[in-house]
């Protein structure tokens, strides 16, 4: 069973875009050409389910992925190589600078991404993680 999920973004800092998920991989694809020229830094869209909650992902092909709670209790961000150093900058409505220990593999962020909207549940193929870097 297919949540009730939609893709949420911004591109040109006014108007979000909110779009019901259908096909996600190909809708996610069909966003990073769009904001392929206009970002400095990887873009962000949120993938939303109304009263369960919101995860962010970067479109590159090694990404960052937070879940955040309706309720806003809960704010995770799944883990990625704990010996990586450094920062790297997405554009999540504004540029944010990220630890690279933060950083998945684009393919099994959508992996996540796919399981929560087809469940509302969070996916045990990521560590998640509070712990800021």
Not at 53 to 75: F, P, W
Not at 76 to 88: K, P, Y
């Given at each position: 069973?297919r949540m009730n999920a939609y893709?949420?973004?911004?591109?040109?800092?006014?108007?979000?875009?909110?779009?019901?998920?259908?096909?996600?991989?190909?809708?996610?694809?069909?966003?990073?050409?769009?904001?392929?020229d206009i970002f400095t830094a990887?873009?962000?869209?949120?993938?939303?389910?109304?009263?369960?909650?919101?995860?962010?992902?970067?479109?590159?092909?090694?990404?960052?992925?937070?879940?955040?709670?309706?309720?806003?209790?809960?704010?995770?961000?799944?883990?990625?190589?704990?010996?990586?150093?450094?920062?790297?900058?997405?554009?999540?409505?504004?540029?944010?600078?990220?630890?690279?220990?933060?950083?998945?593999?684009?393919?099994?962020?959508?992996?996540?991404?796919?399981?929560?909207?087809?469940?509302?549940?969070?996916?045990?193929?990521?560590?998640?993680?509070?712990?800021?870097?």
């Open positions: 069973m893709i949420e973004y911004c591109v040109d800092g006014y108007h979000n875009v909110k779009v019901p998920v259908v096909s996600l991989r190909k809708q996610l694809q069909t966003i990073i050409k769009e904001t392929a990887p873009f962000s869209v949120d993938v939303v389910i109304n009263d369960i909650g919101r995860m962010s992902v970067g479109l590159d092909e090694n990404t960052v992925l937070c879940y955040k709670s309706a309720d806003l209790e809960t704010q995770l961000t799944a883990l990625g190589d704990l010996s990586a150093e450094g920062n790297v900058t997405f554009y999540f409505g504004d540029y944010s600078v990220m630890s690279r220990k933060y950083l998945i593999p684009y393919e099994l962020a959508l992996d996540v991404l796919e399981h929560w909207t087809e469940t509302g549940e969070l996916s045990g193929k990521v560590i998640w993680t509070d712990k800021l870097y």
